[in-house]
């Protein structure tokens, strides 16, 4: 039924009702709006909803750390015949990348990156995989998996045989 009424099918009205609420002005309709979006922001549902920038994305890996290295989308093709070749070994970045969970577990125990790279048993596999200048640096594809940018293709590959999760940092959106 309308707030005007409805046609029995002929020109007679059967019922109506009256419009109970008077039009708001607009400043009236804006605290509305205004007080309903602070009671959602005070809410449990929107702490889980969260906005995230790339620089509070930086902030949580900065917590967290590591993804999962299946989820790095490499920037060229790991199954080629020739990915691996004298100069590149297999062997060397598998040596490598077995290294991470000592090297992981040492940082969450409190020891220091410059610390870890002057290691005599770890000091490669925390340079290459650790240190902020050689991370694996990707872009976030917003599925839950990453593009590798550039360098890294070869231990992005041994870290994923072995199925470890690595330390990334993402792309600067700057330059």
């Given amino acids: 039924m309308s707030a005007f009424g409805e046609i029995n099918g ?14 708001k002005s607009s400043s009236e309709v804006d605290d509305t709006i205004s007080s309903k979006y602070d009671e959602y922001l005070g809410s449990d549902r929107a702490q889980d ?3 995230k920038s790339m620089v509070e994305k930086e902030k949580e890996l900065d917590s967290q750390g590591y993804v999962d290295s299946k989820n790095i989308v490499a920037s060229r093709d790991l199954d080629a015949p020739h990915f691996y070749n004298e100069y590149k070994k297999k062997e060397d970045f598998a040596a ?11 940082l969450t125990a409190g020891e220091s990156i410059e610390s870890l790279c002057g ?6 596999c925390a340079n290459a995989y650790f240190k902020d200048d050689k991370m694996l640096t990707v872009r976030d594809n917003g599925d839950g998996s990453y ?11 041994a870290a994923q045989d072995l199925g470890y ?9 700057k330059s």
Wanted: glycine residues 4%.
């Fill in 49 to 51: 909803f969260e906005y």
């Fill in 165 to 173: 999760e690595v330390p990334i940092k993402y792309e600067d959106l």
């Fill in 10 to 23: 002929t020109s007679d009205v059967v019922e109506s009702k009256e419009v109970k609420e008077t039009p």
């Fill in 96 to 106: 490598l990348a077995e290294r991470i969970p000592d090297v992981r577990d040492r």
């Fill in 119 to 124: 290691d005599e048993e770890l000091g490669d």
């Fill in 147 to 157: 593009q590798l940018i550039d360098d890294g293709n070869h231990r992005l590959k």
